[in-house]
């Protein structure tokens, strides 16, 4: 496994989580990273920072691609 990079940063764990599941089913694993601050805040991170979408580096432009 290579260097895990940031693909985009989600207002709330919700939208991050639908953005991580739709890359997992197309073959392009992923984690969050700030996910607890929002989930101490009922999903909404909006004032506290956001959840970050991370992928391996070498996903990285595949990733990129889907999301537009």
């Known amino acids: 496994m290579g260097k ?14 639908l953005i991580k599941g739709r890359l997992e089913s197309e073959g392009i694993p992923s984690m969050l990273a700030n996910e607890r601050m929002g989930g101490l805040y009922g ?10 979408l991370l992928v391996n580096e070498e996903d990285l432009e595949r990733a990129q691609a889907f999301l537009e």
């Open 4 to 17: 895990i990079v940031k693909l985009v940063s989600c207002d709330n764990s919700f939208q991050a989580n």
């Open 43 to 52: 999903g909404n991170t909006a004032g506290w920072g956001s959840v970050d």
